[in-house]
């Protein structure tokens, strides 16, 4: 179980780095002992270079808390994103990973290798993983080839995070590359109980730093064979999502920044533009929402 942090702001838009040491006791007290740094969730892409290289160093000074640190290093262009990686790799990352360049997207499997295969000489000495997420980057390659090229030319490549829905298909065909040497993290939420199912073992999901307890459920239960008890678990958690959803009739930052704040007592703060905060009205209504799934609220 990883996390993919939230970075906390300030009411004016700073960083707020002094949260960053109780939000990891909280994430590690609650079994959460990995965090994915500057990813979605984290506003990676919303950050200058220097914060989040501040962000990155806040968080690996907590590996007593959360040992398992992978740094998102994606920027918008391969220089940023090798310096980046470098920064992470000489502070002790114990991961770096990578989005895709999001203006020229790759066209085919062998350019995203050969942009990676650049990235990997920012970082030459660190486990490398991809950030698939299409939703968000528009980029619908197929994962297992990629993997299938990248493991043959870059001797760092160490997996991906896959956030799609296919997880039966084309995610377990992603388990089985390199004889299932490679970590394959399963990323959305909603596909957790069925990730597992079909051979993941390890997760990158909002719901972590809120949740954290139905998350472990799922683990365990799927782990002792209690398949349909999994399959409750894992619709509390989709209960979560429809109304940390339903103010913006989607997913946003704002939203499980704002759950987490409610369901943790720590202050996430508000999101960056072009994300938009919540409302006092929708907070409100969203205490009430999580108040009536049976949750703890402050």
């Known amino acids: ?31 959460v002992k990995g965090v994915w740094v500057s990813g979605t969730s984290g506003e990676g892409m919303s ?66 290798v050969d942009y990676m295969e650049e990235v990997a000489k920012g970082c030459p000495n660190t486990p490398l993983f991809y950030y698939h997420i299409p939703m968000k ?3 619908t390659l197929s994962m ?17 995070k896959f956030t799609d829905f296919d997880v039966s298909g084309e995610g377990k065909k992603c388990l089985k590359v390199d004889g299932g040497s490679l970590t394959i993290f399963s990323g959305f939420d909603e596909t957790l109980q069925e990730a597992l199912s079909v051979g993941f073992s390890s997760a990158v999901n909002a719901s972590f730093n809120f949740v954290p307890h139905l998350g472990s459920m ?9 398949v349909e008890e999994a399959k409750e678990a894992q619709k509390q958690i989709a209960d979560c999502f429809k109304v940390i959803n339903k103010p913006t009739g989607g997913f946003t930052v704002a939203g499980v920044k704002t759950a987490t704040t409610l369901l943790t007592g720590l202050d996430m703060g508000p999101p960056r533009l072009p994300v938009k905060p919540f409302t ?15 949750l703890t609220v402050y």
Not at 3 to 31: C, R
Not at 92 to 98: M, T, W
């Open 47 to 112: 950050m200058t270079q220097s914060e989040r290289k501040a962000v990155a160093e806040a968080w690996l000074k907590c590996r007593s808390d959360v040992p398992s640190i992978i740094v998102q290093c994606g920027a918008g262009c391969l220089r940023d994103t090798q310096e980046l990686a470098r920064h992470a790799e000489s502070h002790g990352a114990p991961g770096v990973a990578v989005l895709p360049c999001l203006y020229d997207k790759p066209k085919d499997t062998d350019e995203l």
């Open 218 to 226: 799922v683990f365990s239960l799927m782990a002792g064979g209690r």
């Open 137 to 139: 980057t528009g980029v």
């Open 280 to 294: 006092p009205a929708m907070t409100s209504n969203l205490k009430n929402d999580l108040k009536n799934l049976g």
């Open 144 to 160: 297992s080839e990629f993997l299938e090229k990248g493991v043959r030319r870059i001797p760092t490549l160490s997996g991906l």
């Open 1 to 31: 179980m990883m996390a993919p942090n939230f970075t906390p702001f300030k009411t004016d838009g700073s960083l707020n780095l002094d949260l960053i040491p109780t939000y990891a006791k909280h994430l590690g007290d609650n079994g």
